[in-house]
């Protein structure tokens, strides 16, 4: 069991890094950039949950395995970077996927360490959408989520939500798990196809021209 | 006397991420990116503080009433953009009040701690400016204190040193500290008021045209 | 001994705030941007590696003494930038001595406390390039060595690994360590001479025009 935990963990890493890596040959990096930022991505929102929670080095440190898929991820997108252009659908799949499921892990590995129901939620938040946030802000571009395609953050947060709420109740096993991260993905595939959206930051009166905030 | 300060600490928080909500509105992002921008620029600071002095989990995850300023500022905002446009000044005001207060509580909290008062001063203005840093970069603009309006992270500065050395002088006490914040806070107005502002990096030769630096 | 090491130490922090005071001359930052932005490229590398090998506060913070390479360099930027700007090459040389150092002493930072030899050698990475991530993404810059002039966190990754070989094997010393500093800087610079670098992200096939990864 904890070997399908920790290959699904890998494969998660493996998906996120890849955005990385394809947005590194997006904005022209190098092969250096492009390791460096999908190492960001699959790793960066479980580092920032660990510092946080405090528990010693983070796993990503811990167990060089963690190291593996960005390194290939790479690999992959510097041969078949074209190849993977095609199956773009496929990539949003299985970044959905990757969200879904850190939404899940990160809120139990926060919970593990003795963090509130509520902090843990958070951590868990941090953990799914985090990398993909550092990313962004590590390339010099508007994170996505601040103005994304489809609901994302909104999703992660409710399948941290109840997988804190589950582990509260004394409900969370394999089943409960596996059944908070279909809904968590099947909410952000439907957002996707039907473009829903969250509303804009100031309400629908049009963008009033503000002055500098500072 | 705890709760004062605790009611304090989440007025800072409210008013800081209420300037992180108004940028969302302003970048046109959506009410998710106005909720983590108002969450980063009230909670980054001592979140980054608390990282740094490594006691444990930062006290936003410790004691989640701190989530509760960003989401009535998201809310505010979404519903008031308008009217909070018109009290830009007042803003300002809040804001140089939030700065104010976090110098001194966060050099406080450092020296708590056990930093030595160097690092507890240098602490304090990571508390106080720390999450507008943040909220600047994780928006993609440059740092406004890098080119502030009036003076921002010196005034921050002077405060955090005070605390730090009335504390190593025994001589800190609400009534200290309450004058510590007013004289930070009153500098930072008047600076605003006056127009006054650091001096360019390269001095006032003119600006040169250097090379790229790597 | 541990004088010349804590005095290269404040060298290669040194330098390293040069180039962060440099940038803010450029980029029309005022004196408290310039103070700011070199510390961050000074500390920031050694900063990140603290916190994720979690023993305790980072010894910037430790030894206030840290704190005087980045105010000596906005002091010197301040007066001296249009000097400063004909040693250009000199500085390329010293930031290259700065990272090469930090290669190796960043590992032996992270072995001491007691990392992995692999998660070791990408913390002396982290150490050596680090300040010069976060000096540009602070700035709103997209990181220098995502795309390179000559080869970078290459030399960086083969000094740490180095480093983290030899110590394994127990060969370390001041002569081998010594000869890996020269070894990476070396490489450094041949790299800057004969214009070598990394192969793009995405292989030879030219750019391919991707969709946005989320």
Redesign the interface.
């Known amino acids: 069991m904890a070997w399908t935990s920790l290959a699904l963990d890998l494969l998660g890493v493996f998906f996120f890094a890849v ?1 990385g ?14 390791l ?2 999908g190492t960001c991505v699959g790793l960066g929102g479980g ?1 920032l949950r660990d ?4 528990a ?3 796993r990503a ?2 167990s ?1 395995i963690y ?1 593996v898929p960005p390194v290939v991820a ?1 690999v992959v ?3 078949f ?2 190849a993977v ?1 095609r199956f ?1 659908n496929l ?2 799949t299985f ?1 959905a996927a990757g969200m879904a499921l850190f939404s899940v892990t990160g809120t139990l590995v926060a919970l593990a360490a003795g ?2 129901p ?2 843990a939620a ?2 868990g938040v941090v953990t799914a959408v985090g990398g ?2 550092i990313r962004d ?13 489809g609901l ?3 999703p992660a947060l409710i399948g941290a939500a109840l997988t804190s709420l589950a582990s509260w109740a004394g409900w969370f096993g394999v089943g409960t798990g596996t059944a908070i991260a279909a809904v968590v993905f099947a909410l952000r595939m439907v957002s996707l196809r039907y473009r829903w ?7 629908h ?1 049009g ?8």
């Open positions: 955005s890596s394809l947005l590194a040959v997006r904005r022209e990096f190098d092969i250096v950039g492009s460096l930022l580092i510092v946080i929670i405090d010693g080095v983070p440190f811990d060089p190291l790479a997108v510097y041969f970077a074209h252009q773009h990539l949003l970044d963090m509130n509520t902090a958070i951590l993909g946030v802000v590590v390339a010099n571009d508007v994170p996505q989520i601040f103005r994304a395609r994302y953050a909104i959206g969250a509303p804009p930051a100031g309400g009166h963008t009033p021209q503000l002055p500098p905030a500072v």
